[in-house]
């Protein structure tokens, strides 16, 4: 049972996947991944999966590691914002 159908639709299916882990977290060995990421129709998808299970490497819905951690701590103090707000 596939339990992430939206990887059948992912523009990545059938590239070769080590452009999505180049050997450095820089943006410019990112960039050709990421170039497929952007016309992607299951971006999110991908990048809420990597998010979710915590993927440490490889760029996911057009995010490498790096940019990932940054979208976990924003969303980390939104809530912590929000919980805050409703507390006062």
């Known amino acids: 049972m596939n339990t992430q159908p939206w990887r059948a639709k992912a523009a990545c299916r ?4 080590s452009i999505f882990y180049p050997s450095a977290d820089e943006e410019d060995e990112a ?3 990421k170039e497929v990421c952007a016309v992607c129709p299951v971006q999110v998808e ?10 440490r490497e490889g760029v996911w819905g057009g ?3 790096r940019e990932r951690r940054r979208i976990i701590r924003q969303r980390r103090r939104a809530a912590y914002a929000a919980a805050a707000k409703r507390s006062a």
Do not use: I, S, V, Y
Not at 14 to 17: E, F, V
């Open 14 to 17: 059938g590239l070769d996947p």
């Open 63 to 65: 995010a490498t590691e």
């Open 31 to 33: 960039a050709p991944a």
């Open 46 to 55: 991908c990048l809420e999966h990597a998010l979710g299970f915590r993927e």
